[in-house]
Nanobody
Framework: QVQVVESGGGLVQAGGSLRLSCAAS????????MGWHRQAPGKQREWVAH???????GYADSVKGRFTISRNNAKNTVYLQMNSLKPEDTAVYFC????????????WGQGIQVSVSS
């Protein structure tokens, strides 16, 4: 069994910063994909950023230049450094990892609240 747990959310003022962490635990061979999605009030869940096992990254246009994703493979952990936060960044942020045991499977965290005040 694999568990994925986020931490680091909270309330900040516009222009501030937060760093989200997401750690996987359990038995598995590798994590090929680590990513972040978010769901704002009244909106569909959207992809924010990802990082692959080889280190390549991708970002949604809405966060590019402000957010940075990174991973620590030894700790099975992915991070999202969020700078210059805007009120429209307010959302529940979900971590997702593609984990390989006998096969590749998607695992989601429980979600963590990020609130940005104006």
């Amino acid at each position: 069994q694999v568990q994925v747990v986020e931490s680091g959310g909270g309330l900040v003022q516009a222009g501030g910063s937060l760093r989200l962490s997401c750690a996987a635990s359990g038995s598995f061979s590798s994590i090929g994909y680590m990513g972040w999605h978010r769901q704002a009030p009244g909106k569909q869940r959207e992809w924010v950023a990802h990082i692959l096992s080889g280190g390549s990254t991708g970002y949604a246009d809405s966060v590019k230049g402000r957010f940075t994703i990174s991973r620590n493979n030894a700790k099975n952990t992915v991070y999202l450094q969020m700078n210059s936060l805007k009120p429209e960044d307010t959302a529940v942020y979900f971590c997702m990892m593609v984990v390989t045991t006998n096969s590749a499977r998607n695992y989601w965290g429980q979600g963590i609240q990020v609130s940005v005040s104006s």
